[in-house]
């Protein structure tokens, strides 16, 4: 039994099959209608999530399962205090495949080992979030036609930014990749993501507070929302939140098939205005991120 | 000073000085019934001073914890007054219950009898991190 976790436990060539999967399921959805008739997909969400719940509940749909589960903590049993491992293990009983998010880090790993059947990590904490980050390898793959030898900018909150983190460490091991960090100082990519990731693959790495002096290089920009529920302290949130925002006239020195990227929810990190650009990625992406998720579901219950 | 030559037991050595009574609680020696010694700031020529401990007791050791504590001890098993056995330790990849994970936001500072369990990521720099929440242990 497969579980997803953390994006490196899949290998390269198995992203190359999902993104293969996924575009297929855009090209023929039809074929694809009643791959999971009789399953059911429990949605464990002990944190709110508009995106990632909702997009998990249309893949299995769309796939012809069924879906159960919960939207928040209060009205799971983990309000009266059980644990994630005897939750677990109860829902597990109920369903053929779990997608669970939780605020605290690990907690989708405690699930696995409890679980009955395959855990998907929808995210934890500021941790790990692998189906994002499948999500953003499908869009990298779409817009660019390759993963490798491609110059990719992180922007924003880089710290408590789980999806920069995985997406780091997956492009981390395609040839050619060329990293840019754009953070203000409190908000820098934690080393450990920087010596596991990019030193130990020797990816070239730059780390600027200035966005625009970088802007020319990049194939890809990641911008990332500075999310207040990663703070202890409002004060800090308050100062750092506006530190970066993508105008159209930030854009003027960009590369013309530069792609921009967003996991999505956005504040105001990006003008409304640069929707209308071509280069503007991000709603693309949260279609991606059903047909990805079909893929992945379908995978994980080992059904072609 | 004179220290009885143990029979049956084990000889804890190469602590570096100052750690003996670190390992002794990190071991739980404290709740032997048998003679158990800690010699502190023996010459050494390997390194200059060391702490000796010595357990009139053939016990079954946490091999992983001595080792994370210090990786150059050695440890002597001694049977009928003969050295039967020499271990040199040597950094664990796991550890289960050794040490505490310190980030607030990680599973394992909420979930009931959830183990407390680091790998090791990084051999050259003794560099552990939490299996949970990938925080890195505070280093010794």
Redesign the interface.
Known sequence: MRHLIDILQLTPEEIDELVAKATDIINHPAAYAHKCDGKILATLFFEPSTRTRLSFESAMLSLGGQVLGFSEAASSSAAKGESVADTVRTVSCYSDIIAMRHPKEGAPLVAAMHSLVPVINAGDGGHNHPTQTLTDLLTIHNEKGRFDHLTVGFCGDLKFGRTVHSLISAMSRYEGTRVVLVSPEELKLPSYVKTEALKKNNIEYIQTTDLSSVMPELDILYMTRVQRERFFNEEDYLRLKDSYILTPDKLTNAKPDLSILHPLPRVNEISVAVDKDPRACYFKQVRYGRYIRMALIMKLLGID | MVIDAIRNGIVIDHIAAGKAMELYQILGLGKLDCTVAILKNVPSRKLGRKDIIKVDSNLDLDWDIIGYVDPNITVNIIVDGVRVEKRQLKLPERLTNVIRCK?P??????????PQVFKL??RENRVY????????AENR
């Open positions: 980030n936001r990680c599973i394992s500072s909420v979930e009931q009898e959830l990521t990084d991190r939490c299996l949970y929440c990938e925080a890195k």
